[in-house]
């Protein structure tokens, strides 16, 4: 076991996995191996927990057994406490890959006379260590022997000896201490580890309390030097910090469904794009759930997983309602592709929320995120902190390529669209779903009003909820305003009607128009006629004036004839004329 | 490292009616071993005589004890007889603690001191 050290080479520092999700990563690989490292924080934020993990993930996953040697609690005691957490500590007893040590020091029962030193603990250490070849040791909590004995001077001598001894044994220790005033433990471990310092907190803001785990100090690394939330749940505890969000997640070009056909057009044809995150705010009865449920059942239909979080309704009651506009999303959840997580968001702290949600996120694996809504995580921390955990959850969600639907609820009256800037910048998609109300009714209104990417629709479609989902129609915009509801309904009836009259007019009219032109042709016809019959009268007069003049001639010949007179050869007026004529010229 | 012997007696000092029944654990023959071995066998000698037993230990040879008797520091003598189990931990070089601590004296402390004062009956 000395040889560890001789081995490790010393320009990098050998780490020592710790197997506790999270910690791993803060710590850039684990604990200093075969090094102390101080645990302190103060009572019941968890540290014999994290130090007794270390060891059973130790023995079971990375074969190396560990020595636990507790100074409050008793073998028994610790089995039981640890046994709801699903670690087994008598079968790794059993199998050899634990020793259990309980030190017992009580000052009541020593009297001390002259010179002593703790060789007793070395040898008893050492023994179990050797016993099963243990590569990594907890003591918790040393500062036990402080209290037991009364020579602190030999208790603080022999402590760095210990720890020398420890590092010479090359086994990786955890020693737990207990938090003092000002300063890190009570006793003043902190210096005697000086490789590696965590610390854990459980801090009570506003009736709810989070735990935390920082970093302190770490010698030769680099590491997460944030306080990061952590959970204590039934497999052990967990750390889910998000390290690094950076932006450099590749865009995605694929294009998914949002389950609303008419959705998809606005959209420009296709809906949203792979791994954006898209924020659906409205007031409150606008139909945010329903719009991320028929998303979550197109998610699932496709084959994909979706994994629902909802900070107001319980599974049961949106499977209920969903069912009622046919959304049938219970057949995804029986099938595991729909994934409800449901809590009251006043239930843990925002950090906590924050942790949780990617505990989820990273054990479902889901392709489609929904928040239901965030507005939820108001209560739970200030504006500013909301705002900052949001950033820093859809970042995560973006790097991971997780597609986001984010609801938020707006109050009403507050300006839908000014809601939380930050928010706003971090969306890709803003669906904004609202009331509008006239003639005495509330219609629900979808439209778009930004999203990044694409050409989409800049119109506003009126969102009914039918009994076959949701269907979008077209608002009807038009000199009185847009129109919604039965007010529309009203007006397309009124346009029809409108329309009908017209065609009547026109015929109407055309008729009148033939009328007019049968009348006219009339009119020209019985012209016509007139002047017929006038230039029959003028012909007729004519001829009878030739007839006079004619029978005038005939008559004056008569006349002649009668009165004997001599006989001219040429006949009529013109004869007579031109005799006249001739008689002037 | 383990040597699994039979009995962890190392040294019977004496065997007769056995009133006291003394155990010092010690890792080695260190200085301060063998300054409690001698300051405990002087002691009994001078007030015992006779009817006590000491027990040596040496938790180099038998490491497993000191889980067993919960040993943190060496020296420590352990009064497993007359009962209750007294500890006393250190050389035992100071006699008159010594004498108390096996309650072979009465304490001269506050009878009311908190938390002790009602174990010892004389």
Redesign the interface.
């Known amino acids: 076991m000395k040889t560890t050290k001789e081995l490790a080479p010393a320009k990098t520092l050998r780490k020592s996995s710790t197997g506790i999700h999270g910690l791993d990563e803060i710590t850039g690989g684990g604990l200093p191996a075969g090094r102390p490292t101080l645990v302190c924080g103060a009572a019941g934020c968890g540290k014999t927990l994290l130090a007794l993990e270390f060891l059973v993930r130790g023995a079971t996953e990375y074969g190396e057994p560990g020595v636990f040697m507790a100074f409050e609690e008793t073998g028994e005691e610790l089995i039981d406490n640890v046994a709801s957490l699903g670690f087994d500590l008598k079968a790794l007893v059993a199998g050899k890959k634990l020793v259990l040590?309980y030190?017992?020091?009580d000052r009541?029962?020593?009297?001390?006379?002259?010179?002593?030193?703790?060789?007793?603990?070395?040898?008893?250490l050492?023994?179990?260590i050797?016993?099963i070849k243990a590569k990594r040791v907890v003591l918790d909590t040393i500062e036990g022997?402080f209290a037991?004995?009364p020579n602190q001077a030999i208790v603080r001598a022999e402590l760095r000896r210990l720890f020398r001894w420890l590092k010479e044994k090359g086994v990786t220790v955890i020693i737990t201490g207990e938090r003092g005033e000002g300063t890190l433990t009570r006793y003043g471990l902190e210096e005697y580890v000086s490789d590696c310092v965590i610390s854990l907190d459980h801090r009570v803001v506003d009736q709810v309390t989070t735990r935390r785990i920082r970093v302190v100090k770490y010698r030769g690394t680099t590491h997460g030097t944030n306080e990061y939330p952590f959970l204590i749940e039934k497999d052990g505890i967990s750390i889910w910090p998000i390290t690094s969000v950076q932006l450099e997640h590749t865009a995605s070009h694929e294009r998914v469904p949002t389950g609303i056909e008419r959705l998809d057009t606005m959209l420009g044809g296709k809906g949203f794009y792979r791994g954006s995150s898209i924020l659906l705010s409205g007031t409150a009865g606008t139909g945010k759930t329903s719009v991320a449920s028929t998303f979550a059942e197109a998610t699932c239909r496709r084959g994909e997983r979706c994994l629902y979080i909802s900070f107001e309704e319980s599974p049961s009651q949106i499977t209920r309602n969903m069912a009622t506009i046919g959304i049938d999303l219970q057949q995804w959840l029986k099938k595991g592709r729909l994934q409800f997580q449901t809590v009251r968001p006043f239930h843990f702290g925002l950090e906590m929320h924050l942790a949780r949600m990617i505990k989820f996120i990273t054990e479902f694996a889901p392709e489609v995120v929904i928040i239901d809504p965030i507005s939820g995580l108001d209560t739970s921390g200030t504006s500013l902190e909301v705002k900052a955990a949001l950033m820093r959850l859809v970042d995560y969600l973006k790097q991971k390529g997780i597609t986001a639907m984010l609801t938020d609820l707006k109050m009403g009256g507050a300006a839908l669209e000014r809601t939380d800037a930050a928010i706003s910048s971090l969306v890709d998609t803003w669906l904004v779903l609202r009331d509008l109300e006239s003639n005495g009714e509330r219609n629900r209104g979808l439209h778009v009003l930004k999203s990044r990417g694409m050409g989409h629709s800049n119109q506003v479609r009126e969102f009914v909820l039918s009994d076959d989902g949701i269907q979008l129609t077209d608002v009807y915009v038009g000199p009185s305003g847009m129109l919604t509801g039965s007010a529309r309904v009203a007006q397309e009836a009124r346009e029809r009607a409108e329309h009908v009259s017209l065609d009547e007019e026109a015929e109407r009219q055309q008729l009148a128009l033939e009328c007019k032109r049968a009348a006219l042709e009339g009119q020209i016809a019985a012209l016509r006629a007139e002047f017929s019959a006038e230039e029959a009268t003028i012909a007729r007069i004519f001829s009878q004036d030739k007839q006079r003049e004619a029978s005038l001639a005939s008559d004056k010949v008569e006349m002649g004839r009668s009165r004997q007179h001599d006989v001219v050869k040429s006949s009529g007026i013109r004869v007579r004329r031109t005799a006249t004529g001739a008689k002037r010229s | 490292m383990r040597t699994p012997t039979a009995s962890p007696k190392a040294k019977v000092v004496t065997v007769s009616p056995v009133e006291w029944d003394l155990r010092l654990y010690v890792a080695g023959p260190t200085p301060k071993s063998i300054a409690a071995f001698r300051n405990l066998e002087q002691l009994c000698e001078e007030y015992l005589a006779g009817r006590y037993r000491i027990e040596v230990i040496d938790l180099m040879k038998n490491p497993q004890l000191a889980r067993g008797d919960q040993i943190l520091a060496v020296p420590t003598l352990v009064r497993k007889l007359p009962a209750p189990i007294r500890k006393i931990i250190g050389n035992l070089s100071d006699t008159e603690r010594l004498l108390v601590g096996l309650d072979l004296r009465a304490r001269e402390a506050n009878p009311f001191a908190p938390g002790k004062g009602k174990k010892h009956a004389r």
């Open positions: 040590d030190v017992y020091v009541s029962e020593f009297e001390e006379t002259g010179e002593y030193d703790l060789e007793g603990l070395f040898i008893r050492g023994y179990a050797d016993s022997l037991g004995l």
